[in-house]
């Protein structure tokens, strides 16, 4: 889950049975507003703010999240560097997100409320976690290995792992825990691929028609969210989880992207590109009532918080 800079229409590639894969690496590191104004709010409630994204709206990549109405815009970083990609825990308590604070790309956590800030990697190519439904592991994108190869750690950090078969990026694990989903480089154009969390088989690829990516998983495992450009523009696409019924819930004049399901799997919040700017908005699961939670034109990758904690 590697972010997009702002107005430019287009985000570079976002998230049971965990045994560990074939190799091993060294322990980690670790031991607003509402939406018409996007002002940031003074004493907003941590336990209330269900989605969280990354804005440059104040000037470089920082990590917010708000209401699930786009109320209670709250910033939760504050440096110089970026920080972006933030996923929560499942328990809702905490996000991991990737900051380059140290110079280079590197897996961070922190509490709901900003608090507690600290790193779990410190290669220096590791992007875009994406916690386990147990809350014990993250998998994540990492280069260390040479290319960039979906990678998986505890959530202390210790304990690095790399999955065999898979080439690419953008993590996301399934509700069981038994697969995960990313991003693959397959045939120089990114597909939707699928491989077991042991890492040891190889990934099953989903999609071929244009470039696809960005896979969230549906609460109840049944289905994934995507983007594709296979029509053109950017779009919004669902399908089962074995790749069957690709179906469009986007038709749009510029580019939609990033989807994430709500809870109880009958919402989804998405980036778009409207006037060359980059909005979160959020529609019905089936593609009706959508409706924009920001307006800074500087927003994306946005992520619900899980139903432990959600409002």
Request: with cysteine; proline share 5%.
């Amino acid at each position: 889950m590697t972010s997009c800079s702002s107005g430019s229409g287009l985000k570079a590639s976002r998230s049971e049975n965990e045994s560990t894969a074939i190799t091993s690496s060294a322990t980690g590191v670790a031991g607003s507003s509402n939406t018409a104004s996007d002002q940031t709010a003074s004493t907003p409630s941590p336990d209330n703010l269900a989605i969280a994204f990354t804005s440059e709206r104040d000037g470089n990549q920082e990590i917010y999240a708000m209401n699930a109405d786009g109320t209670d815009q709250t910033r939760l970083t504050h440096n110089s560097a970026r920080d972006f990609t933030p996923a929560w825990s499942p328990d809702g308590t905490q996000i991991v997100f990737t900051s380059d604070r140290d110079g280079y790309d590197n897996l961070y956590v922190m509490n709901a409320d900003g608090t507690g800030q600290m790193a779990l990697t410190d290669t220096g190519d590791d992007t875009g976690g994406s916690w386990s439904p147990s809350g014990t592991r993250i998998a994540f994108a990492s280069s260390r290995g040479g290319r960039s190869a979906i990678w998986v750690i505890n959530a202390d950090g210790s304990g690095a792992t790399s999955t065999s078969s898979s080439n690419g990026d953008d993590p996301a694990w399934s509700p069981d825990g038994t697969k995960i989903a990313y991003n693959d480089y397959h045939d120089s154009m990114n597909q939707i691929a699928v491989i077991n969390a042991t890492g040891l088989d190889p990934p099953t690829v989903l999609t071929a028609e244009g470039e696809n990516q960005d896979a969230a998983w549906s609460p109840d495992g049944k289905q994934l969210a995507f983007d594709s450009d296979r029509r053109g523009n950017v779009d919004i696409y669902v399908m089962n989880n074995d790749g069957t019924a690709q179906t469009p819930l986007s038709k749009a004049s510029e580019d939609e992207f990033y989807p994430a399901w709500s809870p109880d799997g009958s919402k989804i919040v998405f980036g778009a590109v409207q006037d060359g700017k980059n909005y979160i908005l959020v529609m019905n699961a089936d593609g009706s009532g959508r409706s924009t939670l920001t307006r800074s034109g500087d927003d994306y990758n946005a992520e619900w918080r899980p139903a432990a904690q959600a409002p």
